[in-house]
């Protein structure tokens, strides 16, 4: 026995078997005195009834010298060889230790006491509720026998023995099932030794609290924080409902579905909601059994939930609903399942907790989430429901952004096909083959554009061009700029002052509109013409890439150019390049997304499409697919646009040229010269008409322009006449009064051909005018 605490054992039958020195100190009674004899004798007064219940109390006893010792006594029971009761060791103490004895029992915790063997010495009431066992069946026992061999037991006693051979306190948390419990509970357990006077540990207490709530909150918050990352990854209505299962299934439901109303997926207006059913679309859902054997609806299907089941309710109140088996919206619910899937009703059985949870964003219900649990051991309870509230709402959002990205991706490509070419009029002077991609990224459509635009004299107009940005905005930019570059065309201006009106456009639509995205406008833009009968092609470009060139028999290059100023920079000259084609040759026309990646570099780029404009090509489109499939990965992460140019030429078989003195009496003779060429060329049945242009236009040179005059006949997929001077003076169309002698020429040639104008040149002007060719 230890010195200084007073301490007795007494056995089954109310004989002491042991005395402490602190116990003689006490009492003044040594141990030969009082061992073998009743522990009656030692009392002095009545003793409470309840002591031994309580296992504590205050009782007189009896000094050696006779006077009273009011002592306050515990009492721990001992169990004998055999495992039966086999008496009390009990301590006197002050009456603080009887209230430390009362706290002990009465701790809301479970709190325990085990030698250093790790048998139990005591326990209060809320340990061995948890244990299920009474207090008297546990004291003497090996912890190991008092529970099942989990590895979180194993655990426990692995702390017991590291607290007994180190007399260091443990501290650790523990999520446990007890033996007593029907669900897991999370456990912050601490154990600390409790020594004697010198030092030496002499048993091991522990206190356990139940920490479950805080446990469960955490892991609804850890659960929350993982579905801000991982719900809304990518602008996908059907990939984002997907995340949002991967959150749920299985750490909080057995089964999950979302349920999105039509309209989110792409209908123009929601549709009225019937009395008798919520009409939705199944967009996801996810199990832990493979396969998802209990989906009543398969993906893509409409899932029609009664108006008084749970997911019904979600929708129709915006908030969330939860239910369980014997409630009648739960029964409601799962009938209209069974009848629906009958073959899924084995795996419906056992289901006993339902959660709905509406997906609202902006003031907007986009459908419902439902959860059920079957395996999960634990009914839904109202803390779910807080958590899927926020859980609902963010997913909501994520969907709702993706709805949102993904209409106004739709509306943008429809413009934009819209302001695209649909399909190129067919050339002499060229042929062509186009491909456009938009981008797979987030950014969304860009403002690419290209075109190809019949001009006078058979030649044709080339243009490539690309607006900063993506959206509609950039589209609808696209589409200004695409008008103003075929406007500015039809004027006939050299590529670099074309240019330089489109700059100025583009400054003029920054400075009228205060918007951001309009004060920010960029763009960049490639425009070439080029002449079949020349063979010449000129180009200027405004901050876009060169374009290359494949001559007949030759190695891609591409064009040396200066790239010159974006349009909107203003102020800035742009340089022109002019460089002669022989017939046959090839040229590619592109915008950055071709070439620039932020995953590639760009000189590696540069030569892969040297490389893919020299492979061989069946076709001028099989070879747009060449390029395309070389250099661009399966998801583009910007606009593409790539237009390829095969150049033609026009024989001196198809083109008469004169000389035109300044004399109106000459004018006969080159009407006649124009009519036999008609008729060398096969084209009787036009020569009225040309004979008659021919006089008026090359009389109007002769009396308004300058010389040197020349008349040109062309003759390409419409008959082309053209009268050039050196006056830089355009006509104009002029209604003539009744008595006037001239006036009538220009009008007389808008009449007979299909279209006419002017255009200026290094050296003058030109007139010109087409008539169709004759059938055949």
């Known amino acids: 026995m230890k010195h ?16 402490s020195e602190g116990a003689r100190q006490l009492t003044g009674r040594p141990a030969g005195d009082v061992v073998g004899r009743p522990a009656t004798e030692l009392l002095a007064g009545h003793v409470p009834e309840d002591i031994l219940t309580a296992r504590a109390g205050t009782v007189a006893l009896r000094h050696r010298d006779g006077h009273r010792v009011q002592v306050a006594l515990t009492f721990c029971p001992v169990a004998g060889a055999d495992g039966k009761p086999g008496g009390f060791v009990v301590t006197a103490g002050a009456s603080g230790t009887t209230l430390a004895a009362e706290a002990f029992e009465q701790a809301s915790m479970s709190m325990s006491v085990f030698d250093l063997q790790q048998r139990y010495l005591r326990v209060n009431g809320v340990a061995a509720q948890v244990l299920g066992i009474p207090e008297d069946a546990l004291l003497g026992r090996h912890f190991p026998e008092t529970v099942d061999e989990a590895e979180y037991h194993s655990g426990f006693l692995e702390h017991l023995r590291q607290v007994a051979e180190t007399g260091q306190p443990v501290r650790y948390e523990s999520f446990v099932t007890g033996p007593a419990q029907s669900r897991e509970h999370a456990w912050s357990i601490e154990m600390w030794p409790l020594r004697d006077g010198s030092g030496e540990p002499t048993a091991v207490a522990l206190a356990a609290f139940d920490s479950s709530e805080q446990y469960w909150a955490r892991r609804r918050l850890a659960l929350l924080n993982e579905a801000a990352t991982a719900i809304g990854t990518t602008l996908d209505v059907v990939r984002t409902a997907e995340e949002l299962i991967g959150i749920l299934v299985p750490r909080y439901a057995d089964f999950a579905a979302v349920d999105l109303l039509d309209w989110v997926l792409g209908a123009d207006e929601p549709p009225m909601v019937a009395d008798d059913g919520v009409v939705l679309h199944r967009v996801a859902h996810g199990s832990t059994r ?111 952004n993706a709805r949102r990205f993904a209409r106004e991706r739709s509306t943008a490509l429809a413009l934009q096909h819209s302001l695209l070419p649909s399909g190129l009029p067919g050339q002499a002077a060229v042929e062509v083959a186009h491909r456009y991609l938009p981008c797979g990224s987030l950014a969304g459509i860009g403002g690419d554009w290209f075109d190809v635009i019949p001009l006078s004299g058979g030649r044709v107009g080339l243009v490539v061009g690309d607006v900063v940005g993506h959206g509609i905005q950039s589209s609808a930019t696209m589409g200004r700029l695409r008008t103003a570059v075929r406007t500015l065309a039809d004027v006939d201006l050299p590529p670099d002052e074309l240019l330089t009106h489109l700059d100025d456009l583009v400054t003029h639509l920054a400075a009228e509109d205060s918007r951001e995205e309009i004060a920010e406008l960029g763009a960049t833009c490639l425009y070439g013409v080029y002449d079949p009968v020349s063979r010449r ?40 390049t002019e460089l002669e084609l022989p017939e046959g040759s090839v040229l590619a026309f592109y915008t950055d997304g071709l070439l620039e990646d932020r995953d590639r570099d760009p000189d590696g780029s540069t030569e892969e499409l040297r490389r893919a404009l020299g492979a061989p090509a069946d076709s001028l489109g099989a070879l747009c697919d060449g390029v395309l499939k070389a250099l661009l990965p399966e998801q583009p992460g910007d606009d593409v646009a790539l237009l390829l140019v095969c150049t033609r030429a026009l024989g001196a078989d198809r083109v008469a040229t004169w000389d035109v003195p300044p004399d109106p009496a000459e004018v006969a003779a080159f009407r006649q010269a124009a009519g036999e060429q008609l008729t060398a060329w096969g084209l009787d049945e036009a020569a009225f008409v040309t004979e008659l242009v021919v006089s008026e236009l090359v009389t109007n040179a002769i009396r308004y322009g300058e010389p040197p005059i020349q008349l040109r006949l062309i003759r390409d997929r419409a008959l082309i006449c053209e009268v050039s001077d050196a006056s830089s003076t355009s006509p104009h169309l002029r209604r003539a009064h009744a008595y006037d002698e001239g006036g009538r020429g220009l009008l007389l040639v808008a009449q007979l051909t299909q279209r006419w104008g002017s255009r200026q040149t290094g050296r003058g002007k030109t007139i010109w005018a087409e008539q169709a060719l004759p059938a055949g």
């Open 4 to 19: 200084g605490a007073a301490v007795a054992v007494i056995d089954a039958l109310g004989t002491v078997t042991a005395w």
């Open 290 to 400: 493979e396969g998802n054997p209990g989906a009543a609806a398969r993906i893509g299907e409409i899932d029609v939930y009664p108006p008084g089941s749970p997911p019904a309710r979600a929708l129709r109140e915006g908030h969330v609903v939860l239910s369980k088996a014997g409630e009648p919206g739960f029964a409601e619910w799962l009938a209209e399942r069974n009848a629906r899937s009958p073959e899924g009703r084995p795996y419906r059985e056992g289901v006993h907790s339902l959660i709905a949870m509406p997906l609202r964003a902006r003031g907007t219900t986009l459908g419902v989430a439902v959860c059920v649990r079957k395996a999960h051991p634990h009914d839904y309870v109202p803390d779910d429901a807080v958590f899927a509230e926020e859980l609902g709402s963010r997913a909501a959002v994520c969907i709702d």
């Open 537 to 576: 092609l000129g180009l200027a470009a405004a901050g876009h890439p060169a374009p290359a060139v494949v001559l007949p028999g030759g190695t891609p290059e591409f064009v040396p150019m200066s790239a010159g100023p974006p349009l909107g920079v203003g102020g800035l000259p742009f340089e022109a």
